[in-house]
C-alpha cells in the first residue's frame, strides 16, 4: 500500500472544506458578537432575554478585566464543584442503569477539571465508569460551557484593540449566553442529527447482552453518545463517551462521520481567525494568522504522512498499520491526528501510542507551540496573540521603536503577560514530567520501557498542560499520583495563558490610539507571518528540545538500528 491520489484528494477535500467555510462562519460570529440581527435570535433571542431576567444580568453594563476574569474565574469554579459532586454521587442519582458506583475522589477531580478546563483528558473507561446523567448534565454541559469560555476570551481581546481610554471590556455572562444560544448549540443539533442518521448511536436503553460466534456472552455498551460527540468535536472538547473515542464504530461508524468530525474539529477555530480579522477591521491581519496556521498545519500533516508510509527496516511491512484505523485508512488516520493536536481536542480515530516515532514528535510539537495551529475554539487564537505579541516586541527591538500593534503601543506589562503566557504552561509540562520519570510512583504506571517510556510521560503532561487531553495509552494515568498532578498541570495550562490574555486587553483598552508611521513595522505582511512562525518555533524548540531529544527522537533513530520499545 502507498500514499496515492485518492490520499490527496480526501486531504484536499478536506483542507477546501475547511478554507470554504472559515469566511462563512466566522461572519455569523460576527454578527453573533456585535449584537447585530442574525438567523438564529428569533429562535433563541427570547431564551436569551429570560436567562438574563432569571439571572438579574443586564446586558448593558460591562466591566473592567478584573471583573470579568472574576466572573470567569467564579462561573468555571462552581462547574468544576458541580460535576465533581455528580461523580461522587454517581449511585443515588437517577439514570444509571447499570447501577456503576461512585467515582473515587482522585478521579472525580481530575475530571471535574479536565472537562472544565476543555481538557477532557479520560483516566477512565466511559462505558465502565460514567452514568447517562453524569455523561449528560455533567460532561455534555461542560463540552458546551468550557468551549464558551474559550472563545469569549477572545472578544475582550478585539475590544481592547478597538477601544481608546476606556476600562470596559465588555460582559462576561453575556458573552458566554450569546457563544452558548447562537454558535454551539445549533452547530451540535444539525451535527448531532447528521451523526445518527449515519448510525451513531443515541439511545437510552440498558447496555445489551449478547452471543458471539463463539458461544461467549458479550456486553455492547450503548448510550446517549451522538449529542455529546457532536459537541466534544465542535467545541474541541475529545472526550469520548466510548473508552475507543472516536475509533469505536458507535461513535464514528462511517467515512462521512469521520470527515465530519475531523472538520467539526478546526471548524470555530479557524473561522474565529476571520471573526478576529473583520471585528478589528483587518481581514489582511487575519490572513497572515490564517496561513502561517494552515502552513504550520500542512508542514506537519506532511512530516507525519511521510513517516508513516516511509518504508522502515525494523518492520516487516511498509506502511505501518499497527495502531490505525483499518475501516478508515492510514491517511484518515493521521489527518484526524495531526488536526485534533493542532486544537485542543483530543479525540483520536487511531492508536497515537502505536504510529511512529516520528508521528509522535509531531503530535507532541503541535501540543508544545501553545496549540496555536489553529488550536481549540478561542484558545488558539489568544494563544497566537501571545506569540504575536512577542513577535512584535522583537520586531520592535531590530528596528529601534517602541512596539505597535493595530494602533496600540506594546510596552513592557504587555510583554511580560504574554511571556507568563508562554512559559507558565510549559514550566508545568517539564517540571512534573520531570518528577514522574524520577519517582517510583510516577514510572510504576508505565508499560513500555526506554525512550517510549519517556515519552508516553511526556505526552500526559503535554497534553494535560495543552488542554488537549489525547494520551499515548500506555500509561496507566488513573492513579492518586497522575490524577493529581495532571489535574494541577491542566489547570494552569488554561488559567495561566486566560488570565494574562484578559489582563493584556485590559491594558490595550485604556491606551490610546497613534496612527501608524514610516517606522511602523507592518503585522499585515508575508515577513511579519515568517517572523511569527520563527518565533514560535525558536520558542518552543529552545523550552522542549532536551525532552524532545529523550524521547520520540533518540527512539526514532534507535528504530532505524532495530531497536523497538
Known sequence: MAFSTHDVIQIGVYLLALTLLTPLIGAYMVKVFSGEKHFMKPVFGKIEELVYRICRIDPAVEMDWKSYTFALLSFNFFGLLLLFLFQVMQSHLPLNPQHLPDVSWDLALNTAVSFVTNTNWQSYAGETTMSYLVQMTGLAVQNFLSAATGIVVVLPLIRGLLRKTTNDIGNFWV?????????LLPLSVVLAIVLVGEGTVQTFSNYKYVKTLQGQEQIIPVGPAATQIAIKQLGSNGGGFFNANSAHPFENPTPLTNFLEMLSILLIAS???????????????AAVIWIVMMAVFVGMLSISLYSEYEFHPTYVSTPIMEGEETRIGITNSILWEVATTSASNGSVNAMLDSMTPLSGLVALVNMMTGEVIFGGVGSGLYGMFHFILLTVFIAGLMVGRTPEYLGKKIEAYEVKMSVIGVIAPSAAVLIFAAVASVTKTGLSSLNNAGPHGFSEILYAFTSAAANNGSAFAGLNANTVFYNLTLAADMLIGRYAVIIPVLAISGSLAKKKSIPPSPGT???????????LVAVIFIVSALTFFPALALGPIVEHFLMLLGKTF
Not at 271 to 285: D, E
Not at 521 to 531: I, R
Open 521 to 531: 513595522f507592518p503585522t499585515d505582511s508575508a515577513l511579519f507571518g515568517f517572523l
Open 271 to 285: 473561522g474565529l481567525v476571520y471573526t478576529y480579522g473583520k471585528m478589528v477591521g483587518s481581514l489582511k491581519q
Open 175 to 183: 458573552d458566554i449566553v450569546r457563544t452558548t444560544l447562537y454558535i
